[in-house]
Every structure is written in structure tokens, then in C-alpha cells.
């Protein structure tokens, strides 16, 4: 094997999907004979897995190329994904890249590389809005056993104006049941306990086969799954919470009462500019059917702030709305232009100093927020998945999630072998600022 005593590093940008991918593509490697170092290191070769949702993002991909290179000018510097598949010609003519990779040719990383290192011309970009496929690429361990990001589907068949991911992804395509479940067995085998269902549009899972299988029914084949005691899910479109859904999901105990469901705006104007297809109502009436169905879900999203044309009047119903609906938390994202999105072009761009004071008040909002929502489970026995141990300060703490995604801290006191608790539940009297430990 070409790659045998070969150091590959790499980093990830962007969201889990790509996390995902850059874990699988590692695996890939580390099979051929590869050793994985820590990206700062000196490898051979370096995998830079890159996001384009923002044109921020494209410039953080460029500097992590630019860094990698400069890390050791004779390796191989290798990058893939989103931004590669938005600006091919660009990458082209950049002297740090070595070789491109798009979305759907990761599955190949290793047969890319070793053709360049013989010095073979290697197509590595395909046309992706013409793919129908799944790209075939899993992942059979992660590194703390406990939680892991399972890539159910690709695409986007949305086009809301402000995003690029339709253009660098591709339209909807899932992944085979039987893949997903071999996946997640072996996965559960390894000691993980809990699974979380990522993709770029997990809610259209299945509409593009003819099985009828959807993400309820892959949720419940899940389920069979007997070491798996959690399953969470990824970010998920207002539109697949029905009445259905939500019953079908809350007979399921291993999902967990946490959902994190896109609005983008509190202003059903500003929602039609975005191309969103919903409208505040029917999103709180979204909210409404898990709230009735499950005891304080916690019910995140993202906002945007300053989207053009935002007036300070739209902008003032946004944060109405917001107080009222009171979500656990809100991820607030400054308007960014992005070159070849409907938006960009669009009239009565907003400022950056505007942008920054709407980010503000919402943020402030979130905080209050998740600071209520928090204090209503003060004196409750809740059950925490440790995940590590922390010390600090001279004293030992058990660290974790809750089926809400709480984070935690639990001390243990005098509690002989901490680590012994990793990858297990415990449970604890909660009280926001120390908690104690019931096992």
C-alpha cells in the first residue's frame, strides 16, 4: 500500500455532516496504512475538509490550506468539500493545493491520493446537481465512545435565497436503511451509547426512494437497537412536525426531547424574502405539538439577523415573537452575502453596525432564556450520559449531557475511580450551580 507509514492530519470546517465525512475519510486512510497526527503536526499529508455557507467560511477554508502547507511545504495538501465544489476554478490556480476533492468523490480519497503520488491525471469534481446516489462512506468508531454523528442522507432541495448548500451539495439523496443500521450497530458493538442523525436536510430522508421508509420509521429501526439508549436528531424543518410525527416519536423512549428546529425570522415578510416555507404561525403551532407531546422539550434554532431588507420594524416583530415563543436556546448568525445566492443581490443591505446591534439584543435573549428554562429543572433528579472527566481546581467532576442536552457537571466528591464512569448514566439532583451524584 502506497500510504503505509504515511501521517495524515486533517481539520474540519462547518457543520457535522462534514465531521462526519472527515472521520470517515480518515478511517479510509488509516486502513490503507496511514497514521493519523494532530493537524499542527508535521505530516505527509494533509486532508483540510472545507465549508462554503458563508463567505466567511470560504475565507477560513483558505487559510487553513494556506497554513497547511506552510506547516510542511513537501506534503500533500489535499481540499475537499463545499467550498472546493463552489469555486473549482479558484482552488485551481492556488499553488498550496496539491489536489481537489469534491462532495460525493470523498468515498475515493484514497485512490485520488495515490494517483497523484504516481503522478495520474485523477477526476476528482463531478457535476453534483446531476448526482442521484448516496455516496457510500461510513464510519465504524469514534474516538470518546459515547456519542456519535451518523450521516443519514446529502442535499437540499429548499433553495432558500440566502443559501449556497443546494448549489455545493446537490439535491436529496438518502442513505440505504441497511447501511445506516449495519453502521449503527457496529458503532453500539464499540460501547456508543448514543446516536445522533445529522445530514443537510435530515426532515426529506427517504422522499427521494420508493420504500416508504421516512425518518419516523428509520427512527424506530433504529430504536431496535438494544445498546442504543439515545437517539437524537439533527436539525430538522418546521414542516415535518405533523401530528404523526410528533405521536410517532414520543412513543419512542430512546428519542430524545430535543429538537432543534429552523425559523431563521420572527417576521413572516422577511420569511417570504428567505424562501421559507412556513410562517410564524404555523411555526409555533409546530412548537406546540412537541410541547404538549413531551414534558419542557427543549426546542432550539437559528436566526438571522439583517437579512436585506430587514426593517427595524420587521426586526422589532422578530424579537416580539421571540420573547413569546421562548425557546431553550437561539443560535443568532449575522447576514452574510454569499456570491451566487438569490440574496446577495437583493436590494437594501443592511449594516454591519446594525447587524451587530439586532445580534446583541437576541443573543441577550437567548441567554435570559436558557437561563429560565434551566432553573425550571432546580431539585429534579435528571439522568446525565458522562462523556469525560474534568478536573479543575482540585477537585473531580463527571461531565455530560441530558436527554435535553444540558450540560453538566456532577463532582464526585470522594468517589474512588472517576474514569470508570465514562460512557455511562448517571443521575443527579440538579441545582444549576453544583451538583451532586446519585448512582
Not at 475515493?108 to 463531478?126: F, G, P, Q, T
Not at 478536573?391 to 470508570?420: A, C, F, Q, W
Amino acid at each position: 500500500m502506497m500510504l503505509t507509514g504515511k501521517t495524515v492530519a486533517a481539520l474540519t470546517l462547518g457543520c457535522k455532516t462534514n465531521q462526519y465525512e472527515t472521520d470517515a475519510m480518515l478511517e479510509l486512510l488509516e486502513n490503507s496504512g496511514a497514521r493519523q497526527v494532530a493537524f499542527e503536526e508535521n505530516a505527509d499529508i494533509y486532508i483540510i475538509n472545507t465549508c462554503s455557507v458563508t463567505n466567511m467560511a470560504d475565507k477560513k477554508s483558505r487559510q487553513m490550506i494556506h497554513r497547511a502547507k506552510k506547516n510542511n511545504p513537501k506534503a500533500i495538501v489535499a481540499a475537499c468539500g463545499c467550498y472546493v465544489q463552489a469555486q473549482e476554478d479558484k482552488l485551481k490556480e492556488d499553488a498550496s493545493i496539491d489536489i481537489i476533492i469534491g462532495n460525493n468523490k470523498k468515498k475515493d480519497i484514497v485512490s485520488i491520493i495515490e494517483a497523484y503520488m504516481r503522478d495520474e491525471e485523477i477526476k476528482s469534481l463531478i457535476d453534483i446537481s446531476a448526482e442521484k446516489e448516496y455516496e457510500p462512506i461510513q464510519i465504524s468508531k469514534v474516538s470518546n465512545h459515547t456519542r456519535a454523528y451518523v450521516k443519514i442522507q446529502d442535499g437540499c432541495n429548499q433553495f432558500c435565497t440566502y443559501c449556497i448548500i443546494p448549489y455545493v451539495r446537490g439535491r436529496i439523496r438518502s442513505r440505504a436503511l441497511k447501511d445506516i443500521i449495519d453502521e449503527i450497530e457496529a458503532l453500539a458493538a464499540s460501547g456508543v451509547k448514543e446516536v445522533v442523525l445529522t445530514g443537510i436536510h435530515i426532515s426529506s430522508y427517504g422522499k427521494d426512494k420508493e420504500d416508504g421508509i421516512y425518518l419516523g420509521e428509520l427512527i424506530n429501526r433504529i430504536s431496535k437497537i438494544k445498546s442504543i439508549k439515545r437517539i437524537r436528531l439533527g436539525s430538522l424543518e418546521p414542516n415535518i412536525i405533523t401530528e404523526e410525527f410528533v405521536s410517532l416519536i414520543a412513543a419512542n423512549k430512546k428519542v430524545c426531547p430535543h429538537f432543534h428546529l429552523s425559523l431563521q425570522s420572527g417576521c413572516d415578510t422577511v420569511l417570504k424574502r428567505m424562501n421559507r416555507k412556513y410562517s410564524c404561525k404555523e411555526y409555533l403551532e409546530k412548537c406546540e405539538m412537541l410541547r404538549k407531546a413531551y414534558d419542557r422539550p427543549a426546542i432550539t434554532t437559528d436566526v438571522i439577523v439583517g437579512f436585506p431588507g430587514e426593517t427595524e420594524a420587521e426586526f422589532a416583530q422578530t424579537v416580539d415573537y421571540l420573547t413569546k415563543l421562548h425557546l431553550y436556546e437561539m443560535h443568532i448568525f449575522k447576514y452574510s452575502p454569499r456570491q451566487g445566492t438569490i440574496a446577495a443581490g437583493m436590494p437594501e443591505q443592511v449594516s454591519p453596525e446594525e447587524k451587530n446591534r439586532r445580534s446583541d439584543i437576541l443573543i441577550a435573549l437567548s441567554e435570559k432564556n436558557k437561563e429560565a428554562y434551566e432553573r425550571s429543572f432546580v431539585d429534579e433528579e435528571l439522568q446525565v450520559l458522562v462523556e469525560k472527566v474534568v478536573r479543575k481546581e482540585n477537585r473531580t467532576y463527571l461531565k455530560g449531557h441530558t436527554e435535553r442536552y444540558m450540560e453538566i457537571e456532577v463532582e464526585t466528591g470522594s468517589l474512588e475511580n472517576p474514569d470508570s464512569f465514562v460512557n455511562s448514566f448517571i443521575y443527579t439532583k440538579y441545582t444549576k450551580e453544583e451538583n451532586s451524584l446519585m448512582i
